[in-house]
């Protein structure tokens, strides 16, 4: 959350013309009919979990992107799942978009959103470095690649993914 993922892969989509970008969030929406919140809401992070891993099986096995290219941005809890995290390690090269707290935090207030993981009571600061104290072990271990992507320059990262491809 917060480091970039669906503005980088919107310049990726720029950089790279052949290659549909598809947004697992957007994706879960469409599938669903509802709004990550609703779904965080109404039946909690474990259901929301498990749509995540079947919307990544229905994209993998879906016949029109079986051997395509595509750029697919993930939440940033998706990886916490060990099914989602051997699917994107055996079918995808993953990179990771690895900020700084600081800068995780500047984002988020900056551009808030609805985000169901960062609700608890506690200040953003302590929600976003429990969180990244769990999930950046994760990250790095799933990643093929790690981009830092401290600052607002989306455009270069994604022009480091390309050149990494």
């Given amino acids: 959350m917060g480091s970039g993922k669906s503005s980088v892969g919107k310049e990726l989509a720029k950089l790279l013309p052949s290659m549909e970008l598809i947004d697992l969030d957007s ?18 992070e474990a259901a929301f979990r498990n749509m995540e ?3 990544l ?4 096995m879906t016949g029109d992107l079986t051997g395509a290219s595509y750029i697919l941005s993930l939440g940033g809890g998706t990886v916490t799942t060990e099914a989602c995290r051997r699917m994107i390690r055996r079918d995808t090269t993953c ?20 985000r ?11 929600r976003v470095e429990e969180l990244m104290a ?3 072990p994760i990250y790095e ?20 993914i390309v050149t990494l491809m």
């Avoid at 099986?57 to 993998?60: K, L, N, P, T």
């Avoid at 690895?98 to 551009?111: C, D, F, P, R």
């Avoid at 401290?150 to 480091?160: F, P």
Wanted: charged share 25%; proline share 4%; glycine share 8%.
């Fill in 27 to 44: 994706y879960i929406e469409a599938m669903s009919g509802r709004a990550i919140p609703e779904i965080f809401e109404s039946e909690g």
């Fill in 53 to 55: 891993l079947s919307a």
């Fill in 57 to 60: 099986e229905d994209i993998f």
């Fill in 95 to 114: 990179f990771y978009l690895k900020a700084s707290i600081g800068t995780l935090v500047h984002n988020l207030e900056t551009w808030p959103g609805d």
């Fill in 116 to 126: 169901p993981m960062l609700k608890g009571g506690k200040s953003l600061r302590s």
């Fill in 134 to 136: 769990t999930r950046s």
């Fill in 141 to 160: 271990k799933t990643a093929q690649h790690i981009i830092n992507v401290d600052g607002d320059d989306y455009l270069a990262a994604a022009v480091d």
